[in-house]
């Protein structure tokens, strides 16, 4: 501002330089409204959100689980990654209510008789465990023997830990049975899987003979202690209405009573049995649509539907029970609760439910202290009727009228299931648009009427105009906008005690930071009144200030000892690195952070099949001169980072997980500080800051760093190339910065073929950047230092393209995998709008579960905003960067068909620099709206800067800080499979990303022979590499990776024979008699198994071994 404001100065007096300051202050004065709506819009909308979550979304909460004596148990035999858990008892009568208490490390499955009860793998795969869980047993428990049984999954490296607890209740009394010794327990999988077996979950009959299996181990120091619970016990051991109640006559059902809220009460739970489709008013708006009818027909572990052809098939799987946290729907005294119930299904109808028609068993509990009380338990204060009347879900003299309701015989068992506030098909959440309405409107109008009371009352004595006590009040609720940012950031961490952060305490936080900022604005106003303007004297003159110049210069000077010049050289270094370091100070906390979490147990993960065929490719370049697998094929692909891993491998070696890795490691850490260098050379400290640590702390950086993978080294490359470019079109006259831009663009094709994709935008931005007047031709094109290199880039990436074609063996087949590489279209927008916008699973992951992206939405927006930003802008630099990730992107994502997040990973540095870009320019425009209204009117020593005073400063400093973590943490949220070193420091879950061959591997090194055949259902390469051995496997549309040797069909990275249909296999069986079969229990598994192809597991193979990503079957006359 002071530099505009000096230029119009000197040229004030000219018509052209009013002219010109016209135009700037017109400028200055829409910049000023614009932020000032902006502040207000962002006020009102966070209010509004607060609001909304506060008053109308039921806030999930956390419980401590009370497990009546039940203990942590783990097998006694064998420690496997896999436990099943087995326990028996017999019951006389069927209990009223039943109920289990669950929880383990890592995963869970439960079974009651044989049917399965519930999993936390969906809670697993979203980070949130360990947690504890409950679920209802009323409809699987028999009188007579029962079976309880639980298979626990750990994947990471420790013990498949079980603490359950079983309550049963007869006549209000419950009984407990805890796990202890009594219980049984395995981690040797053939005792699971006996010979024989019908089926493959056979063990969780109540049928199954365990006299092999030994007691539980009680476990002094389980893995996890606190694992809270995310739903109200109550839900599950207060017991369900004993009869239901129906408006007789009709095919639908109307049902409306009055609820009287006393004053002290909890949270109210509505649970809710139909037997059709039910939708819920609460005072007059509706807030649930429930449809609890059973499939038909039902697919279970066991049949529960079991009925002959010709009978009618018995109702005994049991509707299912909706509950529903209504606590923000009602209010202290009387409530109306209506209920429409529709006419049942066919589903409902096929089971025997026809006749009850409209039938419906409701309560409404609240727990106060230790005592429930069920708000609908008198029955007589309900009104139901077969027809709708006007008005009728608000009660009224007319529906006063209506009869009572006919109670009915409970017709069968009902499963509970929780709803927090979610929709899923059996269950619509519709929040009332006038209620959502009233939340955003008060709420914007309690922001606008603070504000104008602040300007109006308080602090336009202090301003000098009512339009800068306006500015000046609209700064208060920046803070408390940047606290609940973070607070909106840190609700993604599903193990954070709940309810969070949507809770009266925060709430009257943030009203705190508002008034507190309200108040040192106004001290800081009445601050700045009162001090005199001091008149500082100019600088010291030139001649002075000279004489004041560092000791360094003039020691230099003095005469020095002839041998001392090497000496006061490094001295000279020594103090220009300290400057540097004084400078930039802010990249040594990074290094110090992502140092030991990349270094960190480097070797935790198996090497999974693409990294195996990096490896493999480097173990041929040092055997025998060119990249190739096991099978001979010819691997054209990351030549550069496969001579380098080569390098590296002979002269560290070649065993184990952490040697190959490491080059990706040394990449990622060097591509850290190389990008906080070049973007300060084109920026500033700040954006280089803040683009290196979103790179740093990225959950993809973290994740590639640690893998035998070309991406690393991509992306590393592709820092260098536009850094490279950049300058050399800035010396576009000199040769040395063109030959070095334009051989480093080679060099990162090499480093990986994908890496094409920035081709396009590096010819492009290059033409665009160096147009000359007077007709915009490009300089480049008249230049033959840039031809030359330019054609030579291009010989050397076509001969590779040669290399690659001449060496691929020919195509005999065509299935889905050999679709075209290079093809324009529009088929991948979807794909990766849903990358960078979305939380999506991972596509044909390598993982033995779901895996799902981190969340870029913020990082995306900021990039979004970068690029807008710089096309407005005029500096040359944020433009070139922005069109080059625009061009890159647009050819990645129309050009090449491929799909996968690691094709976009290259392009992560320039996105986060544009994200950082933008973050900084937000920052600036609000520092420029409310630094006239904040600074003090004197100015510093030096007589160049405002002076700001101290708590301004804190304040500052302490909103930057918050949003800028808020930008880090995002992505890296939930933190429980974010990094292992971070989950080892905080105590938190953690698990393998990729399968368990290598234990795989252990278990065949002892039971393997010579002249037995392996056939995998899993990455060939893998098991090749880790057992030793793979002769044929399963290959399912996977032409793209077959290829003709010696006149038979052999997979490209193993060699292996590829086994096409269920003959092949039929013949692979009938002529060897020791096979084993090793599996993923996981994606290739499906594949093979998709649409009948294959059936799995075949007749005669017994499970010999089960990994938490694989597994081993069997079939010999001693197996």
Request: net charge positive; charged share 15%; glycine share 6%.
């Amino acid at each position: 501002m002071s530099v505009i404001s000096s230029k119009i100065s000197r040229r004030d007096k000219s018509p052209q330089g009013k002219l010109e300051m016209l135009a700037v202050q017109r400028t200055r004065h829409r910049l000023a409204n614009f932020t000032l709506w902006l502040c207000l819009l962002l006020a009102c909308t966070g209010a509004s959100w607060f609001a909304f979550q506060y008053t109308l979304i039921p806030q999930q909460q956390t419980y401590v689980p009370q497990w009546h004596g039940a203990h942590w148990i783990e097998p006694a035999d064998a420690s496997a990654p896999v436990a099943y858990y087995h326990y028996m008892t017999n019951f006389n009568t069927v209990p009223d209510n039943a109920f289990v208490l669950i929880t383990a490390n890592q995963v869970f499955r439960l079974f009651a008789n044989g049917i399965f009860i519930g999993a936390n793998t969906q809670d697993f795969d979203h980070g949130e465990a360990p947690r504890s869980y409950m679920f209802d047993l009323d409809s699987v428990l028999q009188a007579g023997v029962n079976a309880f049984s639980i298979r626990v999954v750990d994947a990471d490296q420790k013990h498949p830990q079980l603490r359950a607890s079983i309550g049963l209740s007869w006549g209000g009394q419950t009984h407990y049975i805890g796990s202890d010794a009594s219980w049984q327990a395995t981690g040797r999988t053939m005792l699971a899987h006996a010979r024989g077996a019908p089926k493959p979950y056979s063990w969780t009959l109540n049928t199954f003979d365990t006299t092999s299996w030994q007691p539980a181990h009680l476990v002094s120091r389980p893995q996890y202690t606190d694992a809270l619970l995310t739903v109200d016990p109550i839900v599950y051991t207060h017991p369900l209405p004993s009869h239901w109640l129906s408006a007789e006559g009709g095919q639908e059902g109307y049902f409306v009573r009055q609820l009287d809220v006393p004053e002290q009460t909890g949270g109210i739970l509505l649970r809710l049995i139909a037997t059709g489709q039910a939708n819920v008013f609460i005072n007059g708006h509706q807030y649930m649509q429930w449809d609890g009818q059973p499939p038909v027909p039902q697919q279970t572990l066991t049949t529960i539907l079991d009925a002959a052809d010709d009978e009618p098939v018995v109702y005994r799987t049991g509707l299912i029970t909706g509950v529903y946290d209504i606590t923000p729907y009602l209010h202290k005294g009387h409530n109306t609760l209506a209920i429409h119930v529709l006419a049942p299904g066919n589903s409902t109808a096929k089971v025997g439910l026809d006749p009850l028609k409209n039938a419906i068993a409701v309560d409404v509990l609240t727990q106060t202290g230790s005592t429930v009380s069920n708000l609908t338990a008198q029955d007589t204060k309900w009104r139901v009727s077969t027809q709708a009347v006007p008005n009728w879900i608000s009660g009224g003299s007319t529906v006063a009228q209506w009869s009572n309701p006919s109670p009915i015989g409970r017709p069968g068992a009902s499963m509970s299931y929780y709803l927090p506030d979610n929709s899923t098909p059996r269950n619509v959440i519709s929040l009332p648009p006038i209620l959502v309405a009233k939340a955003i409107i008060y709420s914007s109008l309690a922001i606008l009427a603070f504000w104008l009371l602040l300007a109006l009352l308080v602090l336009q004595p202090y301003y000098p105009s009512r339009k800068a006590a306006f500015e000046a009040a609209s700064l208060v609720f920046l803070p408390a906008l940047a606290l609940e940012a973070l607070l909106i950031v840190l609700a993604r961490e599903p193990l954070l005690p709940q309810p969070f952060p949507y809770t009266t305490v925060w709430g009257c936080i943030l009203l705190a930071l508002v008034g507190a900022s309200a108040l040192g604005l106004w001290l800081n106003a009445r601050y700045r009144q009162q001090r005199t303007p001091i008149t500082e004297t100019q600088p010291t003159n030139v001649g002075d200030d000279h004489m004041q110049q560092p000791v360094v210069t003039s020691t230099l000077a003095v005469a020095r000892p002839p041998h001392s010049w090497q000496r006061q050289q490094l001295l000279v270094w020594r103090q220009q690195l300290f400057a540097w370091l004084r400078q930039n100070w802010g990249l040594i906390p990074i290094m110090a952070l992502i140092i030991p979490m990349s270094i960190y147990s480097i070797g935790y993960e198996p090497f999974w099949q693409d990294e195996l065929s990096s490896y493999n490719a480097a173990r041929n370049i040092m055997l025998h001169g060119f990249p190739a697998f096991p099978s001979g094929f010819i691997y054209p692909k990351g030549e550069l980072y496969s001579y380098l891993l080569a390098a590296f491998m002979f002269i560290f070696g070649t065993t184990g997980q952490v040697v190959p890795r490491i080059v990706s490691l040394i990449e990622y850490l060097v591509s850290i500080p190389l990008l906080y260098i070049f973007t300060q050379r084109l920026f500033n400290r700040k954006i280089a800051w803040l683009a290196a640590a979103m790179l740093a702390f990225s959950p993809y950086a973290l994740n590639w760093s640690r893998q035998t993978r070309m991406y690393e080294q991509a992306q590393f490359m592709v820092i260098v190339v536009v850094y490279m470019l950049y300058r050399a079109i800035e010396q576009r006259e000199k040769k040395r910065p063109v030959y070095l831009a334009i051989a480093c663009l080679v060099l990162a094709y090499l480093s990986h073929e994908e890496n094409f994709i920035i081709l396009p935008a590096a010819l492009i931005c290059t033409l665009l950047a160096t147009r000359e007047a007077p007709y915009g031709m490009p300089y480049i094109l008249r230049k033959k230092h840039w031809w030359i290199p330019a054609l030579t880039a291009c010989a050397l990436i076509i001969i590779q393209l040669l290399a690659v074609f001449w060496t691929h063996p020919p195509t005999f087949a065509t299935d889905q995998s050999r679709r075209p590489q290079i093809q324009p279209g529009f088929d991948n927008v979807p794909y990766y709008f849903s990358l960078l916008f979305k939380q999506i699973a991972i596509k044909d992951n390598a993982a033995p579960w779901l895996l799902t992206q981190p969340w870029l939405i913020i990082n995306s927006l900021l990039a979004v905003l970068g690029i807008v930003l710089a096309f407005i802008h005029k500096d040359r630099r944020p433009r070139f960067y922005a069109l080059f990730l625009v061009i890159a992107s647009v050819t990645l994502i129309m050009v090449f068909t491929m799909q996968a997040d690691r094709y976009y990973y290259p392009l992560l540095p320039i996105y986060y620099i544009l994200g950082a870009y933008a973050f900084w320019n937000v920052l600036s425009l609000l520092w420029r709206f409310a630094r006239p209204h904040l600074v003090l009117n004197t100015f510093s020593g030096n007589g160049r800067r405002p002076d700001v005073s101290l708590p301004i400063r804190i304040t500052l400093g302490t909103i930057i800080a918050i949003l800028a973590f808020s930008v880090l943490v995002f992505p890296a949220l939930p933190l429980s499979n974010y990094n292992l070193l971070v989950s080892r420091t905080l105590g938190l879950s953690y698990r393998h990303h990729f399968a368990d061959y290598d234990n795989v591997s252990n278990y065949m090194k002892g039971h393997l022979k010579k002249g037995d055949t392996v056939v995998t259902i899993a990455p060939a390469v893998s098991v090749l590499y880790y057992v030793g051995q793979a002769d044929y496997y399963f290959s399912i549309d996977r032409a793209l990776f077959l290829i003709e040797q010696n006149g038979k069909i052999v997979e490209t990275t193993s060699g292996s024979s590829p086994l096409l249909n269920p003959k092949d296999f039929q013949n692979v069986l009938a002529t060897h008699n020791r096979v084993w079969l090793i599996t993923d229990n996981g994606g290739y598994q499906g594949g093979v198994t998709k649409l009948g192809r294959f059936t799995f597991p075949p007749a005669d193979f017994r499970m010999v071994y089960e990994g938490y990503g694989s597994a081993v079957y069997f079939r010999g006359s001693d197996g």
